[in-house]
């Protein structure tokens, strides 16, 4: 059952993690490693950025690219490339708010969103009604249809901004609870629940999916 | 015994930030019994792989927006 083993937690992507060589070709100032760079992490940084600065995301990300650039020769690779990237982004965005008399924050519309998997457990805490058996091989089976994917970017699009930001923060761009709480000025079981809503709603979406066919 | 919905919480919050060993060991027991927990925490694990790629790449013209706007940059 290893597959089911808990201690292999947590999980790291790899389709998204430089290579030592590629991270060498970077720091050397290669033109079509950074390419690759930008490529590979564009969109997930605007999608970062997004839930703090709505339409100034690409402007901020633009901005990050430009510092990322120039920080690259001394980027020492203790977190992944993804992750010191949008740190970067997060300043910029953190910097933006600044200049605009604004500060970030997640805390305050938390309030009346329920936990959307709670329906599945009976009044005891056990499953009512379990998930189903997803069919996929693997990590990059599980959001490879284009209509599951279009649903994915409508839940999105009605998620509150703070659940986005954390998913994305956390999930996507592997960033650090802790940091992403205190930069984020959330507190830290605040935004447990709302990162666990987060992941809860895509998870319904997913089975229900795999259930139907449709969402 | 833990119950599912703690079980449940508790691999949430093994993605999310720090498990004490106790919960870490209680879970682990949980799973070893409850089959739904198992199939939960697989596959809560593999939609965590997989919203890591969900953006796919930047198109070439976007690629192209943001070399463009770097060479301005440190052209200037
Ligand atoms: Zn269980």
């Given amino acids: 059952m290893s597959s089911d083993n808990a201690q292999e937690m947590p999980v790291t992507g790899m389709a998204n993690r430089e290579s030592e060589e590629d991270l060498q070709r970077l720091r050397s100032g290669e033109v079509a490693a950074f390419e690759q760079l930008v490529r590979r992490h564009h969109r997930a940084l605007i999608a970062a950025a997004r839930p703090l600065v709505g339409d100034e995301a690409e402007e901020v990300v633009q901005n990050a690219w430009i510092k990322a650039h120039r920080a690259l020769p001394?980027?020492?690779?203790?977190?992944?490339?993804?992750?010191?990237?949008?740190?970067?982004?997060?300043?910029?965005?953190?910097?933006?708010?600044?200049?605009?008399?604004?500060?970030v924050s997640l805390e305050d519309t938390t309030g009346g969103d329920a936990d959307p998997q709670s329906w599945r457990f009976g009044s005891r805490g056990g499953w009512a009604l379990p998930p189903r058996y997803?069919?996929?091989?693997?990590?990059?089976?599980?959001?490879?249809?284009?209509?599951?994917?279009?649903?994915?970017?409508?839940?999105?699009?009605?998620?509150?901004?703070?659940?986005?930001?954390?998913?994305?923060?956390?999930?996507?761009?592997?960033?650090?609870?802790?940091?992403?709480c205190n930069d984020l000025n959330v507190s830290a079981s605040n935004a447990r629940v709302l990162l666990h809503r987060a992941r809860g709603r895509v998870f319904e979406l997913v089975d229900h999916y795999q259930e139907t066919g449709e969402c | 015994m833990l119950k599912c919905t703690q079980a449940v919480e508790d691999a949430n919050t093994m993605h999310t930030s720090k498990l004490g060993w106790w919960r870490r060991f209680s879970?682990?027991?949980?799973?070893?019994?409850?089959?739904?927990?198992?199939?939960?925490?697989?596959?809560?694990?593999?939609?965590?792989?997989?919203?890591?790629?969900?953006?796919?790449?930047?198109?070439?013209?976007?690629?192209?927006r943001v070399l463009k706007r770097l060479r301005e940059s440190s052209g200037s």
């Fill in chain 1, 74 to 103: 001394e980027f020492e690779g203790r977190s992944a490339v993804r992750t010191w990237l949008t740190r970067i982004v997060l300043n910029e965005a953190k910097m933006l708010l600044r200049k605009r008399g604004r500060e």
């Fill in chain 1, 134 to 180: 997803w069919q996929v091989e693997g990590p990059h089976e599980v959001l490879s249809s284009d209509q599951l994917l279009e649903c994915l970017q409508r839940l999105f699009g009605e998620m509150p901004g703070n659940q986005k930001a954390l998913l994305e923060m956390r999930d996507v761009s592997g960033m650090d609870f802790e940091e992403i």
């Fill in chain 2, 27 to 64: 879970l682990f027991m949980h799973l070893l019994m409850c089959h739904h927990c198992r199939r939960y925490v697989r596959q809560l694990k593999m939609l965590l792989g997989a919203v890591k790629d969900m953006h796919g790449e930047a198109s070439d013209e976007e690629v192209e």
